[in-house]
Structure formats: C-alpha cells, structure tokens
C-alpha cells in the first residue's frame, strides 16, 4: 500500500452491495480514489448512481441491507498508523472513534437530518462529549465558538433554538458546525446544497470552502450539478450505475473529457447557460396581443402580518412563458397561488380573458365561476412524490380531471393514454403506481394531469427544482413542446435564475413580495437594472472551471432592515 | 407555555358542561324513573302502594319536575354546595358514598397506567428493533390475544388460575381481617399483595393496544436521517437509539393518555364488578339497575372529569416533550 504524505483517505476498489430477495444488487461495484489534504474531491452522478452509498460505505454506514464486501478504505491517521475502515465492525467502538471525530459528514435536507426536538446546541455539542468528554460548560463555549465560525447571527440566542426555528440555509450551517466540532480530518457532504436556494447554495459552498482551508480539511463532494462541481471540485469522479465512469482533475474533465456519460452531465448544464433553442427559432409573441393575465396591484396580507404579495402587477400574453423568480420566502409560490384564488388576495385585480374574450376578474369570482375557471387555470407543482396519491394508479391519477369534467369509459381511457404518449411516458404503464416511477417520470405524470382538461394557463410551482440537472432541461424541453403544441400560457416560478433564463419570454423578479424588475428574459438576464437580479444572476454555477465566479459573486444587502424578518 | 396551559384549562370548561348534559340525558334514557323501579319491586314481592303515595313520593323527589329543570338543579347544588344529591336507594348523600371508592378507582387506574406504560415501552423497543425476529412475532401474538379476550373473561380466567392452583386469596383489595381495620403499614403490604392481579387484569387490554403503537412509531422513527446524522458523530447504537428514536416515538404515544385512560376506567368498572372490589365499578352498576338517577349520574360525571383531566395532562405533557406544539 503506497501512500503520498497528504494523502489522508485511500479507497481501492470498493464494492457495496446490497442483498434484495430480487437478487443483489451492486450499488457500488469498484470505485477508487484518494483524498488529499486541503484538496476537494467530487463524486458526481444522477440519482442511482451510488455516489452517496459510496460516501456511506466510508463511514459504516449504509442503510440496511447494504454491506461493504470488498475492496479496502486506508484511512492515515493524525498520529502516523493507519487503518483499514472497510475491515472494522460497523457497529463497533473503532469505527464509532473514527466518526465524527477523523471523518465527519453533512446530509443533504437539514431539517430532516436534524433531531426537531433537540435543541441546536445540544445537537452540536454531541460529538464532545462523545469523542473527548468535554464537561458541559466547556462544551457550550466550543459550539459558540462554532456558531460563529459558521456565521449564524447572534450565536448566544440561536444556541437554544430549535431546528424549526431556523431558515434551511441556517440549518445546513448548524449541520456544517456540527459536523467541525471535532476538527475532523475529512469532511464528507453529500448534497449539502441540493435542497437549498441558488443564493444560499453559493453562500454555503463558499462557507464550506474557507473552512476547508483554513482547518485544512480534505473534502469529499456529493452533488449532481456539473455546475457546483466546476465551482469547488479539484478532482472529478464521474459515477453511473454503481461505477466509476471517469477520474481527473476538474480541468481535464470539463475541458477534455473522455467519457460520453461525463459529456452529457456537462451537456446538460450547459445548455441550461443559453436559451431553448426552440425560442430562439419561434417568433417573437407580440407585445400589443392582448393579455390572458392581467394583473393589477395584487396584495395578500397573511393574519400574522406578514404581507406575503405587495402590489404586483403583472401581465401574460396567449402563448408566452412569465417567469416569477426569486429566493425562498420571497412572496413567489403565494403569488402564483393567489392566481389560482388557492389563496385570497384582499387587494388588487386578476383579470382573466376568457376564451370568448370576455374578461373575469378571479379575485371576486364566485365559487361556481373558479370551479369553471380552475380547468383552464392549472397548476404543477413542486414535490412530484408528495403531489401523487400513491394509492391510485398512473392511470387514474390522470384521468381525475377528467372525471370531474365529466369524461366516461372507452372515451377517457383514449384520452389518457394520448396524454401519456404526448409527455413521453408509454400508454401500458397506466396501471402503475407512481413509486414504480423516476423523479423525472413523476413530474411528466404531473404534467399529464395538468393538461388534461385542455387548459390555456399553467401556473408551474418550481416544476424543475427537486430534479436532477441532467432531467431538468428535458421536463423543460417537454414543457416548451406542449406549449407549442396547444397554446398553453406558463407562470414558470423558480428560485433559479438559469432555467428561467432557458425557457421564459419575460421574467419578474420578486423580493420580499414586491416586484423589483421585469422585462423581456435577455434584458433582464444581460443588462439587469436591480442589484437584487444581479445577486441572483452570478449565484448561478458557472460550469467551467476555468472561469469561477460564485465566490467572486455579487451579494444584494437589502437598503433597510426588513420588517418580515 | 404558560398561555398554552390556560388556553387549554379555559377549553376544559366546555367540555366538562357537555358531559355533565350527557352524563344526565344518559341516565334519564331508560324508560321510567327509580319510582317505577321500586314499584315494580314491591309488585313482584306482592306489596300494593296507593297512587297517592307514589305520586307524593314523585313530588318529594322532584321527579314530577321537567328533566331541565331536574339538570339546573342538580348542577346548581354541584357547583354552589359540592352537594351531588341524595341516592334514593340507599337514602344517604351521594357524596359519603363516593369518596372512598373514588380514590381506590383512581389509585387503580393510575397504578395500572403505570403499570401499562413500564411495560409496553421496553416491549414495543424490542418488537421495532428487531423487527420480524421470533420475539417480534410473540409479543405480536400475545398483543393481538390479550386486545382480543374480554376484560371480565381475563377477570375470571385469573381469579381462577390463583385460587385454585397457587391458593391465593383473590377478590377485593384486602384480605378479610383488614377491611375494616384503620390504616396501618401490615394493611399497606396487604392491599400490595391484592392490588396486583386486578392491575394486570385492566392492564392488559390496553398494554397491546401501546405494544402496537409504540412499535409502529419506533419503526417510523428508525429509518429518519436524523438517526443516521447521530450514526455518523461517533455516537453507540444503544445511546443512540434512547436518544433519538425512542425520544421521539413516545410523544405520540403520551398523546394516547387522552384514550388510555378511559379504557382503563372502563376495564375498571367491569373487572371491579367481577372481583369485587371496592371502587366505583360495582356501585355504579347498581346506581344503574336501580334508575338511582343522582348517583348514577355522579358517578359517570366524576369518570368523565377524571378522564378529562387525563387528556389534559397528556396534552401539557406533550407540549413539555415536543418543541413543536409549544409554538402554535
């Protein structure tokens, strides 16, 4: 066994496979690598492709029932031995010396990876106690002393706070100072930042970055964005299916790439840099068409105060696409369901041009009028696993509005496998269940649903966001395709700047309810008025490593003390 | 926290006045009052009552009045006077009555909550965590046996199984020589050698009925990231797992006080009757035989505000235990 002096972790050949009564399946099947030093490793692939079992396998553990059954993990310890991870008892007191004291790890959703009835301070301090047995007092010095490292404001407060009372933003730096607490040697993230903002994702992987430097950690980095990894990584693993695709340094991947797989993560993210194509071919909608959508001085105040939606106005014109973006907490999601009256505006006008071009304000529509309009108004959302009954089949989750509409027999079944065939899901997967689907599969079920009642606006609630990157400019693609296809009008909402850019005719910004900007996409995208968009705009990972931009990015400092807190 | 509490004490007061007009509309049900009970009894023993005098009777106890009129005096004299009326059987207040068989029914309700809880938790631990092992499947078996039998069933087989075979002396709280006798620390020791059976009798149902929910929330709680978050600082599996996934499988289960705690009174009442013990149980059945309308009504008052004050124990339980609730 060879080992550089700055090599700190050596992982030959591992194999974690997992035994299922279908047979076993090989999660992990001969993945090496090394870890240095100082030095960021990522290990990128879609979802499936054991990236994060690897990240499990280094620790022990895998969920149930996967094992470790072969290959070698050399961790070089502080004091000059080394040891051999993948032989030790996963249950064992010699691996549980090495967790979070040698090697320590952070989750992908904070809030979930979090205790939500265990105070934050408590949570962090664990690991003292644990490893060293540090006596309390002394203890709760060391996790403010890591508060601040990880800037949460007002350390002396938020230390006996809760997980809920946290922004996920700041949950994740609690989750970052725990896993510091023991001044570990590697730190191993595993989609630290998938759940999170692009804002806050580019304040997180920088925070990640200096505290690597300045505790000289070695960092091993789960993610599927090619474009985070072009930001941070100075190696490269590329994973498909439980194997190792490519290895190199973040130059020569993204710059001379060798494997088809690792061209297409790459293709993938970089088509997202430009517009649809499919946009820029079709002709500019014109600006005096009058507007299906018009909004007037939208405001939504909830009963706590908080003014979610501050005079918005807006239009959307037959055919075109509006993007809503903004970061999370931004009044966004709220406006777009004040559009459907999920909510009820108290100010304001939403005037909707009906078919027959008579025009409806929804915001005073009656509820036998919205039952009317909420088929031509429809709405995608988010969550494509929390939006599907797992009850029901594909099938009868899309003819629902359907049946509501009125549909029966021979007629519906026709009409729901057209749909399917239209979103690109086979006809004879109609008695499935949606767990039997992939994330992308789901969302294009969510589609299916949406259209089918023949509507003429959509608003799309964030459609991409819980998607692989390599997924999202195909759900995009599909989208833009229908649009075309049927007429559809979109409200496109999203916190990422690059999606909008990809696939909306005009886009507004909103920040703390309020509309700062708006305007056609290349405007807005090339020449942004408001230093909010600007902020928003070089957040965004830059896939070329060559050219790094979030830790040089611009941050937008709100000129007064916000009153939503 | 403290509005929390008072916010649900002022919610109690509701709840208390309905089941007060509950409890009364209940009792009023049967068909007839205790006056036809009592002629019908005297009937059967041949014994003929002039219509006056029964009218008379009527008129004493204030049956003849409309029943809400009958409910604003009874609970007029509840609330000013701690007065619950007069049993017309056994003509003594209802109060002398019910004291003493009152703090037993409570001593044995909460004595078997004890008992229901110490045991179902490590149970249900063990059934989670190994999960479909041998142990799993018996403390299933046995859970969905004893949910099945029927408390007064469980009552006799166990009256049976001590007398016959181990020679116990089983029915009541004391042996013979203490009944009557004034407390003292020889009686102490025999009610802890009588308390037992009837404990594990109430007890019983629902011990599976917790076994159940404490395994179905431990398994949720066992595959959470947060257990793997604690997995990965180093921590063992058996801190771990006190720590983290039982911590939080026993707030829902603290909720199921609100629920346990009646059918515990309500085993009660029934194994009482059958083991004759001195609690509220088999005065009730006779308050109720008779159409002793104030007793009867006490009692199944007294049972509820027990069981009201249970669910709003367990509710200020819960919001000490779980961060979560205190906020809304």
Redesign the interface.
Known sequence: MSMTRDSILKVENLQTFFKTRTGLFKAVDGVSFDLQRGKTLCVVGESGSGKSVTA?SI?Q?V?KPGKIAGGAIWLNRADGTTVDLAKLDP?G?EI??????EI??I?Q?PM???????RIGEQIG??LR??FGTPKAERRERVLDLLRQVEIPRPETAIDR?T?EFSGGMRQRV?IA?ALACNPQVLIADEPTTALDVTTQAEILDLIKRLQQSHGMAVLFITHDMGVVAEIADEVLVMYRGRVMEHGSVDAVFHAPKDDYTKRLIGSVVRLEHKAEIRLKRADIAADAPPLLDVRNMSLTFPSGLKAVDDVSLIVRPGETLGIVGESGSGKTTMGRCLLRIYDPQAGEINYRRADGSSIDLRLADKPQLKELRREVRMIFQDPVGSLSPRKTVGQIIAEPLKLAGMRGAELDDRVAELMQQVGLEPAWRERYPHAFSGGQRQRIGIARAIAVKPRLIVADEATSALDVSLRSQVLDLMMKLQDELGLSYVFISHDMSVIRYMCDRVAVMYRGRIVEAGDTDQVVNRPTHDYTRALLSAIPHPDPRDRRIQNRFRYVAPTVPANG | MLRYIARRLVFAIPTLLAVSIIAFIIIQLPPGDYLTTLMADWASQGGAVEAGTVAAMRERYGLDQPMYFQYYKWMAGILLHGDFGISFELGKPVTELIWSRLGFSLMLSLLTLCFVWAVAIPIGILSAVRQYSISDYAATFLAFFFLAVPDFLMALGAMYVMSVWFGQSVGGLFSPDYVDAPWSFAKLLDLANHVWLPVIVIGLGSLAALVRIMRANLLDEL????V??????????FELLIR?PV??AL?PLISTLGWILPAVISGEIIVSVVMSLPTTGPLLLRALLAQDMYLAGSLILLISVLTIIGTLISDILLAM????IR?T
């Open positions: 499990r620790l553990i969920d249950r007191e549980r010396r090495v967790r979070g004291r320590a790890m989750f959703e979930s990876s979090l205790s939500p009835v265990h664990e690991a644990i490893h809760y809920f989750m725990m | 595959s959470k990231p947060y793997t978050t604690a997995r990965a600082k180093g921590m063992s599996e983290y911590r939080l707030n235990t779980d961060p979560r906020l």
